[in-house]
Every structure is written in C-alpha cells, then in structure tokens.
C-alpha cells in the first residue's frame, strides 16, 4: 500500500479531477467512502438530482469553510492530497474497508486525529477498484495549522501497519533516499508521445552516465549539452558560482513550447550540485591528471577489479560512511564497465547499473574520499572498448561478487529497498557474466596443457589448498584453471605460490565454483613481466604526461542511435 503526500492551493480544481472523467476517462463511479462528516459531505459522483458542477462547488464550500472564514486569506498551500494504493495484485478492498484506512491516515498524519473535533475537514474519494484519494484543507476550527510534520514518513509507517492486518503485499518502507517517481501526468505524455520511460527517468540516466564518466563539473555540463540536452544553471547571486542547475530533454515541451525543466535534486538527491560536487574531483586536480592511460592497455582491467575487492573488503569494515562511499563510486563504475562492453551482454550491465541507482544512496551519508581509488579505476574505463576477453571477464565477475555482497550490507542495516536494488543488479550480472564468460571458459578449456602439467597442478592445489582441494578439482572449471595457470608459469609466476596468494584473498568456503574463482582472481592479478615493463613505462614518463581524454560522447544510457529520445 502506497501513500503520496502532497500540497497545493487550489481545493476546486483538485475536487473538480476527483469527480470528473480523469484524464483519459479511467474514473470509474467516483465517489466518498470517508469524511469528516458524512452528513455534511456532499457527494456529486452519487446525486443524480444534482449536476455535477453544481454538488462540486458546494463541496468545495463545505470543505474549504475554515479557510472562507479567515476572512478570504487562504494560508498557502492548504489543500493536502494523498493518494493511497494497494500493490498490484492485492485484492479489491470494500468501500468500508478504504474508508477505515482513510481514517487511520488523516490521524496517523496529524491531519483529523480521533477525537479531536476541532480537527481539520476532510473527504477520501474513490473512483478506481484499488486506490482512494485523500484531500483536506490544512486549517483547524480553531484557526490554527495542523501538526502534519514528517506526514509522508507517518502515513507510510500506517500503511505498513495496515498491510499486516488487511493481509495485503508487504512493501518495503522508503527513508527518503529514493528518487522522485514520475507523475501520471509525466507517465500519460510519454504514452503518447511513443515513448518507453518518461523525460524525467530519461533525464536521469543520462546524468548518472555522464557524472560517472567525466573528470569534472565544466565536462559533466558540456557532455550533457552534447547529447541534446539543454542545460539552465543557477548563479549565486554575490559570487556567481553555479549553485543549481536544471536539464530538459530534447524536444520535451509544455503547452507554450517551453521546455520542461527539472532540477538536479528533482531527478534523484545525489545529482544535485552540492552531492556531484562531492563525487567529482575539484578542478586543480581534473586540470593535472596523474597519467591518461593507453585506451587498448589491459591493466586498467586489473586496476578496477583491484579497486572492487578493496570495495568488498570495505563492506566488512565498521566504518559505514566508507563502504557507503564505495557503493556510490560501483554504480559510477558499473555504468563504466557497460559503456567499454561489446557483445550482447551489455544490455545485461547497462540494466545492472540502473538497477544499482537504488542501492548507491541510503540515510547514511558517503565518505567519497575513501573511495577515490574505484573512482578513478572506473572513470579510465570510460574510455575503454574492446571484446570480453579474460581480464573483461575477471572484472565482470568481480563486480558480481560485490553486487551480491552490497545487497547482504543493506540487508544486515535494514535498507530493504537498497537491497532489493542490489540484488536486482547481481541477477543482471550474473545474466551478463554468464553470457561473457561460457565462450571464453570454453576456449581456455580447449588449450588446456599436456596430462603431465595438469597432474603437476593438481599436487600443486592439493599441496597449496588441501581443504578445497576436491571441490576445486572436481569443478567444471577445473580444466580452464589449468591453463590459466600454465599461462602464468610462463609469465614468471610460481603455481602454488599464486594459488596461496589468490586463495587469501576471501575464503573459498561460500564459492560455488572454486575453480572458477581461482581462474579468475590469478587472470586479473598482473603477470611480473608486464608490471615491471608498466614500472620501467611509469619511471620513464615519455607517455605519462599525456593529455588527458575527452569525456565519452555516448555514455552507456546513450548510444549514437540513441541520442534523442524524441528522434
């Protein structure tokens, strides 16, 4: 059961759409369940004596008569609406039934408390089988304002309440983190206009894409302006420094043909200038970038993935400022990780990263700094492209690994919605891993190495990991596994010394497919010759000064097909 507090200042035009056909004739018998006072609560969807325009007008005299005899001065916004529905799939309630929920809302939210005569007037409407609407003007007999502070987090809590005992579909309670859910007049518009989500949802994943592409705040506006969006910022008025600012989608107008404007915070509370100030880093840093890397290098596979497990482990830290810190910069990084990905499981990760949106902000507020190093892992992935090869792979496996581990965090502090969220995105993940990962562990099975090596590796995991020792042999993924290891014997690593390493990493107990984990932590783990030939490159300096990459013109949520919504 879901309420929606709102407030406004106009009681006849809210009366007049309860009452009327809708807005495309979906009210079904209008009509009061619950008010006030019955007696006194005249109901035009029931009167056939009675045109409708007139029993409106006189419904809307009863109902706003404390604010007419304030002498004409309506206090503003005094009209409280609250629509109540009931989750798809519950059952149908009874008029009776929504009339006592009505009552159970208006007191839990301090707008008629039982009891109290004097409290403000009041009517629930119904004109559809599985909600109602609640509508009261916020002035008391007495003169004075209802106490109606924290009404939505109060009507919520009731509702939850209220599911329990009426046996419906229990929802998960909010704590204000979630971003704004778009209007039914949004949802109506994107219908007609043939479109599959409204501007605001549209709007809101292209800013996601971006923020977690670009090194600052002047790039984060120019790429939005690139893809068509139309940027209006907002100016201090003593220094003139940005202190807002507000997109509109491309082509999306209102009746005048202006364009439809919505705030930073509008679209989600970590896309305000104030919380994308925190996650980008200030301007003297983006001008003197520390090294721009080679867009074909593999190491930046590596680097993310290592950032990932420092991510993971932090998930275990007391400290939830830091791992809330590190769950923000993964959802930069999974958007990242979809825009560098070819083949057909990128409509997996591109999924996973809007499903992770929910699960990136709680009430606990993020430590950014703490998570610097993911940050930038996953920006130099925003200029990368390339097939799924193995360290794509070890990546990807990585990040569906934390996935898993970010839902457990929110689930452990009770943030149910986040953790529905995080799961989501690891059931996307796992979908794209297996998708990426089948043809490549089938190709490293195929060039497996003689019997004789394979046996060398068997005593060489016996010796190193006698524990998991029969579960790892006996895992399909075994026979990758030894090539892999070939793979990094020749590259100058000792086997059991690597297993040992690869094996302290986390434990192996939980692993469903060991083997299959080994394969993948030795893969992203970088070969000596290539680090000490990065060293030699990094000692050098002849490329690590170079300049620093434009910002992606097609982030993940937008590909060149792509570009307008309304194309």
């Known amino acids: ?248 989608a491309p082509g999306d107008t209102n009746v005048a043909g202006e364009p439809v404007w919505y705030g930073g915070s509008k679209l989600a509370p970590d896309l305000s200038i104030n919380r994308l100030r925190e996650r980008l880093p200030n301007q003297k840093v983006a001008d003197h970038p520390r090294y721009a890397a080679d867009p074909t290098d593999p190491w930046r596979h590596r680097h993310t993935t290592t950032a990932i497990h420092t991510a993971r482990t932090a998930l275990d830290s007391d400290d939830d400022a830091v791992a809330q810190g590190h769950l923000a910069a993964f959802g930069d990084a999974l958007y990242n990780i979809a825009s560098a990905t070819t083949g057909p499981h990128r409509a997996e990760l591109r999924a996973a990263a809007m499903a992770f949106n929910r699960a990136r902000r709680s009430a606990t507020r993020a430590d950014h700094q703490a998570a610097t190093a993911l940050r930038k892992a996953a920006k130099e992935l925003a200029y990368a492209s390339g097939e799924p090869g193995g360290l794509a792979i070890a990546l990807l496996f990585a990040t569906m690994h934390l996935a898993r581990a970010a839902a457990k965090w929110h689930e452990q502090r009770g943030h149910e919605q986040q953790a529905a969220a995080a799961e989501e995105a690891f059931r996307h993940l796992q979908a794209g891993y297996q998708q990426a990962a089948t043809p490549v562990l089938t190709d490293l099975a195929r060039r497996a190495p003689r019997a004789a090596t394979a046996r060398r590796f068997e005593q060489d995991v016996r010796a190193t990991l006698p524990d998991h020792a029969a579960r790892i042999l006996t895992d399909p993924a075994w026979t990758a596994l030894t090539t892999t290891l070939a793979q990094a014997e020749t590259a100058g690593h000792n086997p059991r010394r690597l297993l040992a390493e690869v094996a302290t990493q986390r434990e192996l107990d939980s692993a469903e497919h060991p083997a299959e984990v080994l394969n993948w932590r030795i893969t992203a783990r970088p070969n000596r010759r290539t680090q000490a030939a990065r060293m030699r490159s990094a000692t050098s300096g002849t490329s690590a000064m170079s300049a620093t990459p434009h910002p992606p013109a097609t982030p993940v949520a937008t590909r060149p097909e792509e570009l307008s919504r309304h194309r």
């Open 1 to 248: 059961m879901v309420p929606d507090v709102s407030t406004g200042s106009n009681t006849r035009g809210l009366i007049v759409y309860l009452f009327g056909p809708g807005r495309r004739d979906e009210h079904a018998n209008p009509h009061i369940v619950a008010a006030w006072d019955m007696a006194g609560a005249l109901d035009p969807g029931r009167d056939p004596e009675a045109t409708y325009f007139q029993l409106a007008k006189r419904l809307d005299h009863h109902v706003d008569l404390r604010t007419r005899e304030l002498g004409g001065k309506k206090p503003p916004q005094h009209v409280w609406h609250c629509p109540v529905r009931t989750a798809p799939g519950d059952r149908y309630l009874t008029d009776a039934e929504w009339a006592e929920v009505a009552r159970r809302i208006v007191h839990a939210t301090g707008i008629a408390p039982e009891g109290d005569e004097k409290a403000c007037r009041w009517i629930a409407v119904r004109h559809a089988d599985d909600h109602i609407h609640l509508m009261a003007t916020t002035v008391r007999a007495d003169g004075r304002r209802p106490r109606t502070h924290r009404d939505g987090q109060r009507a919520q809590a009731e509702c939850r309440k209220i599911e329990a005992e009426f046996d419906l579909r229990r929802l998960k309670s909010g704590d204000l983190t979630a971003p704004r859910t778009p209007t039914g007049a949004e949802r109506a518009k994107a219908e007609r206009q043939g479109q599959t989500v409204t501007a605001r949802h549209w709007l809101r994943e292209q800013a996601y894409a971006v923020a977690a592409a670009v090194h600052n705040e002047a790039d984060y506006f120019t790429v939005l302006q690139s893809l068509g969006i139309k940027v209006k910022t907002r100016l201090g008025p003593e220094t003139g420094d940005v202190i807002g600012y507000s997109l509109a």
